[in-house]
């Protein structure tokens, strides 16, 4: 049977940083709805109802394109170990991207990622807890490591030269609001 909680409970914060993947999905009130999965350590918690999470650069940008049009968003965590339980947190997401007034004391929370292109700080409305009997049963072997070989190989103009191709729009032709230091090139 489903829970629902006003503020991120301390038996939440638990669960989530147990967690070695959660599932982020957004919507435009036409097109495609995204849902996408991220890992590393990229998820933070900043208070009872506010959490953040660092985007790295990916071959779409759908987040932000969806974001931006309408700031519903959806994080997802669920176990794949331990007690069957599904964690959903329901909120509206800002986009903070370099250059914007709060980047620096945003990505600050999170280990160097070179080709780190947004970080979300979502105000959490509501959290769900469901159980998660059909989720199949995994070990975690290790976080990969291909995002930040990726990004070294391309370095930093290279990363910007890829977002401008690959990360302008969504799949769905809307714009993705990259930071006007990548278009003034």
Not at 81 to 101: C, S
Not at 117 to 133: I, K, P
Request: hydrophobic share 40%; proline share 6%; with cysteine.
């Amino acid at each position: 049977m489903a829970t629902f909680y006003d503020t991120i409970e301390p038996q939440l914060i638990r669960f989530i940083e147990r967690q070695q993947m959660f599932f982020v999905a957004t919507a435009a009130a036409d097109g495609r709805v995204n849902v996408s999965p991220k890992g590393l350590d990229s998820f933070r918690i900043l208070g009872p109802n506010r959490v953040a999470w660092l985007n790295g650069t990916g071959s779409g940008n759908e987040t932000a394109a969806h974001t931006a049009i309408d700031p519903r968003i959806t994080i997802m965590f669920c176990a794949f170990e331990g007690k069957p339980w599904i964690l959903r947190l329901f909120g509206t997401a800002r986009m903070v991207q370099p250059g914007d007034q709060d980047w620096d004391d945003l990505i600050d929370l999170f280990p160097p990622m070179l080709g780190a292109r947004q970080v979300y700080d979502v105000t959490v409305a509501e959290c769900q807890t469901s159980c998660g009997f059909g989720v199949p049963l995994y070990d975690f072997v290790g976080q990969r490591d291909l995002m930040h070989s990726w990004a070294d190989r391309r370095g930093p103009e290279g990363l910007a030269r890829y977002q401008r191709e690959k990360n302008a729009t969504s799949i769905d032709g809307y714009d993705a609001h990259l930071p006007e230091s990548l278009l003034e090139v």
